[in-house]
């Protein structure tokens, strides 16, 4: 089992900016369709946005649509989440995924595996 490495996590005021970060080293990820997730303390966790194997498919949860971008970088096997006018309700634990099937909506965590550790996201003055 390998796990897909997440950083870019930080404490950010409300209305601002974080990249999330999600590679894995040694293992190219662009035959996979990648998800990002979150997951709040005592809340479901959500499926935020993920991306096609090529990037030319995109979706993302309506609670994001609008403020977060996902993007990828296969010549160096990057996966990001932008995630702009940040709000006290982003903070939670973010989670990079492989997708099993296809980016599709919504964003179910069933069709992604290899959950690793999570990056923490907290937005608050």
């Known amino acids: 089992q390998w796990l897909l490495v997440e950083s870019g996590g930080d404490l950010v005021q409300p209305g601002g900016s974080l990249r999330l970060s999600c590679t894995r080293p040694g293992f190219m990820l662009d035959s996979y369709p990648i998800g990002w997730f979150r997951q709040a303390p005592g809340k479901e966790r959500e499926g935020v946005a993920c991306?096609?194997?090529?990037?030319?498919?995109?979706n993302y949860a309506d609670s994001v649509q609008g403020r977060f971008t996902i993007s990828r970088d296969n010549d160096k096997n990057m996966i990001y989440l932008q995630m702009n006018s940040l709000k006290s309700e982003d903070t939670a634990v973010y989670f990079c995924v492989r997708g099993i099937y296809y980016c599709d909506k919504p964003i179910q965590a069933d069709e992604y595996i290899n959950w690793g550790q999570g990056t923490q996201v907290t937005v608050s003055s």
């Open positions: 991306i096609s194997t090529t990037g030319e498919i995109t």
